[in-house]
């Protein structure tokens, strides 16, 4: 889980092929019209993501032997909504400043989400709470020690 551009998709298929389970994305997941408007540089709104983290649940509940998806999953309410499909998903928070994530998403390419919608997410992002099933970690380590110390501090 975590912003765009914070790396979410490289760890998550990195953390796939070492637990030797399916990955998925959950930007894939999007209906056309979620896409159109953050392409427009319109964020989502709680309605917009409702059907998506459904379609992410149900990949969720599919694959309780294993799996991993890189998905926002910002507030803990769409933590809660995911968690309704399967209770035992763990979180993996790639944390970082948004200095750094504005850097990385300025070098990527090909992807519809556009710079100018980071401030909103990162306005949006509520961090795992104690309590919830999840380890955070900071984005400024390679994918190796990113994936390493997730597995290490695992619940």
Same mark, same amino acid.
């Given at each position: 889980?975590?912003?765009?551009?914070?790396?979410?998709?490289?760890?998550?298929?990195?953390?796939?092929?070492?637990?030797?389970?399916?990955?998925?994305?959950?930007?894939?997941?999007?209906?056309?019209?979620?896409?159109?408007?953050?392409?427009?540089?319109?964020?989502? !709104?709680?309605?917009?993501? /409702?059907?998506?983290? =459904?379609?992410?649940?149900?990949?969720?509940?599919?694959?309780?032997?294993?799996?991993?998806?890189?998905?926002?999953?910002?507030?803990?309410? /769409?933590?809660?909504?995911?968690?309704?499909?399967?209770? !035992?998903? =763990?979180?993996?928070?790639?944390?970082?400043?948004?200095?750094?994530?504005?850097?990385?998403?300025? /070098?990527?390419?090909?992807?519809?989400? %556009?710079?100018?919608?980071?401030?909103?997410?990162?306005?949006?992002? =509520?961090?795992?709470? %104690? =309590?919830?099933?999840?380890?955070?970690?900071?984005?400024?380590?390679?994918?190796? !020690?990113?994936?390493?110390?997730?597995?290490?501090?695992?619940?």
């Amino acid at each position: 889980m975590g912003v765009s551009g914070a790396g979410k998709s490289s760890v998550g298929r990195s953390l796939a092929g070492r637990l030797r389970v399916p990955f998925a994305d959950a930007d894939d997941f999007h209906p056309d019209a979620n896409i159109t408007k953050m392409t427009a540089g319109i964020p989502l !709104t709680d309605t917009d993501r /409702y059907p998506w983290l =459904e379609l992410v649940g149900q990949w969720l509940s599919a694959h309780t032997g294993g799996g991993v998806i890189g998905c926002s999953a910002l507030k803990r309410s /769409y933590r809660d909504q995911l968690r309704r499909h399967c209770p !035992t998903v =763990e979180f993996l928070h790639l944390s970082g400043p948004p200095d750094v994530i504005g850097r990385r998403q300025a /070098y990527r390419t090909g992807h519809f989400m %556009p710079s100018a919608l980071l401030r909103s997410q990162f306005d949006t992002l =509520e961090p795992l709470a %104690p =309590e919830e099933r999840g380890v955070t970690v900071d984005v400024g380590q390679d994918i190796d !020690t990113i994936v390493a110390d997730y597995l290490a501090r695992r619940r």
